[in-house]
């Protein structure tokens, strides 16, 4: 049986498959339906530093191959987290990883500070596809220098393995990943979603409360996985990839793009199993191969 262990920077990972954030909840939501400690890595949803209420309903619409998103990152916040949500999670037998987010880097800093102090949430994930509130909204993640303000800020006062999510709504994405392995990153992954918008026409308006929301899904695998391709050829920090992976072949091919591990999201809500099943599929793939290793196959690409 092939080993399957990888490491993003500190980081050591049982296997290479995690959660994306806000697909997963905090993985007690999950635990009916696979076991917990067989997945490599488990990102919770998105935490901020102060409670936000999210968007108005409706917030959700399908799409042909994918789905829309705008909930707003929903969440009570970084002190309740660290008071009612991890002491239900930090006895699970994976990484928990926490996503954060934030309106300016001090917002930022100060979440990941917090969650510094816990002793077994062993990384975070900074989810740098929020609007600066000082810039008229822009997101963070579009620029270079925005980027850099938020992983400096961060990277100044937390001390574990950080992990960027990039945005893919940029001119040139390998960029963007240059300057946050240059302010400190350990690693970064994506694609975050893709902009997109759906019309209901007997309403002739937008079905998402506000206008456009995050495309993910099958959809967008084409664009995650030439994203992944590019950052993995720039960088010299692991990459993460995801966005559309279904199944253990989509998870595969981004492996061999240069991904060292993978993030499955909007599949958990059509099978809640799929991570387990993912993992599986990659080691029977290794073995009916002849790989000793699942390192074997990371940026293979000929």
């Known amino acids: 049986m092939a080993d399957l262990s990888v490491n993003i920077g500190r980081l050591s990972l049982k296997n290479p498959v995690m959660t994306a954030s806000g697909t997963f909840g905090y993985g007690l ?34 799409t042909p191959s994918g789905m829309l998103n705008c909930v707003g990152l929903q969440n009570k916040g970084v002190d309740y987290f660290c008071k009612h949500i991890y002491p239900q999670i930090k006895d699970i037998d994976t990484n928990m990883i926490v996503n954060v987010s934030g309106s300016s880097p001090e917002d930022y800093a100060e979440c990941a500070a917090r969650i510094d102090t816990l002793d077994q949430i062993p990384a975070i994930e900074l989810n740098i596809s929020c609007p600066n509130v000082k810039e008229g909204g822009m997101a963070f993640g579009v620029t270079c220098a925005g980027a850099e303000s938020v992983v400096k800020a961060v990277r100044e006062r937390y001390h574990k393995t950080l992990i960027v999510k990039l945005s893919p709504n940029v001119t ?13 990153a350990d690693s970064v992954s994506l694609i975050n979603t893709l902009m997109g918008m759906a019309i209901d026409i007997e309403k002739r308006r937008t079905v998402l409360s506000i206008n456009t929301g995050g495309l993910s899904g099958p959809a967008v695998k084409p664009v995650a996985l030439r994203m992944v391709w590019q950052v993995a050829k720039a960088v010299k920090i692991p990459v993460v990839g995801l966005g559309g992976i279904m199944n253990a072949r989509d998870a595969i091919e981004f492996l061999m793009a240069g991904a060292t591990a993978i993030e499955i999201g ?3 809500f059509i099978d809640p199993s799929v991570t387990i099943k993912v993992r599986d599929g990659i080691s029977d793939w ?10 074997e196959i990371i940026g293979c690409l000929r």
């Open 29 to 62: 939501e999950f635990a009916d339906f696979v076991p917990l400690d067989g997945i490599g890595g488990i990102i919770v949803k998105g935490t901020t530093l102060n409670p936000r209420e999210g968007n108005d309903y409706p917030r959700m619409a399908e």
């Open 266 to 268: 909007t599949a958990n």
């Open 172 to 184: 040139n994405i390998a960029d963007i990943a240059l300057a946050c392995e240059a302010q400190g």
């Open 286 to 295: 290794l073995d009916q191969h002849g790989c000793q290793s699942v390192s």
